[in-house]
Nanobody
Framework: QVQLVESGGGSVQAGGSLRLSCAASGYTSSGYCMGWFRQAPGKEREKVATYYRDSHSPDYHDSVKGRFTISQDIAKNTLYLQMTSLKPEDTAMYYC??????????????WGQGTQVTVSS
């Protein structure tokens, strides 16, 4: 049973930073791609960043480029999202996601429960 457990969300003021973590269990990370999505109230869920295991560079939503960094600790089977220069529009529930077909652009198969990020102005 694949499990993804996020942590690190919270409330910060604009300009602040947070680091989200996603601990994965139930599978080896080999062959899987992982990423972060977010969903604000009344809005569609959107892809924030994707991490690839091969030489492919990470993908980022245009709105977070230069501010967010996705990384993975393979030994710990943990995915991270370092968020800096946070803006009120970054406020959302953030979800960790993973899947093999996700590596080729398909929707992720596995999802975490989400962690809330709230940025105040």
């Amino acid at each position: 049973q694949v499990q993804l457990v996020e942590s690190g969300g919270g409330s910060v003021q604009a300009g602040g930073s947070l680091r989200l973590s996603c601990a994965a269990s139930g599978y080896t990370s080999s062959g899987y791609c992982m990423g972060w999505f977010r969903q604000a109230p009344g809005k569609e869920r959107e892809k924030v960043a994707t991490y690839y295991r091969d030489s492919h560079s990470p993908d980022y939503h245009d709105s977070v480029k230069g501010r967010f960094t996705i990384s993975q600790d393979i030994a710990k089977n943990t995915l991270y999202l370092q968020m800096t220069s946070l803006k009120p529009e970054d406020t959302a529930m953030y979800y960790c996601a993973a899947g093999i077909l996700y590596c080729t652009g398909h929707y992720p198969h596995y999802w975490g429960q989400g962690t809330q990020v709230t940025v105040s102005s």
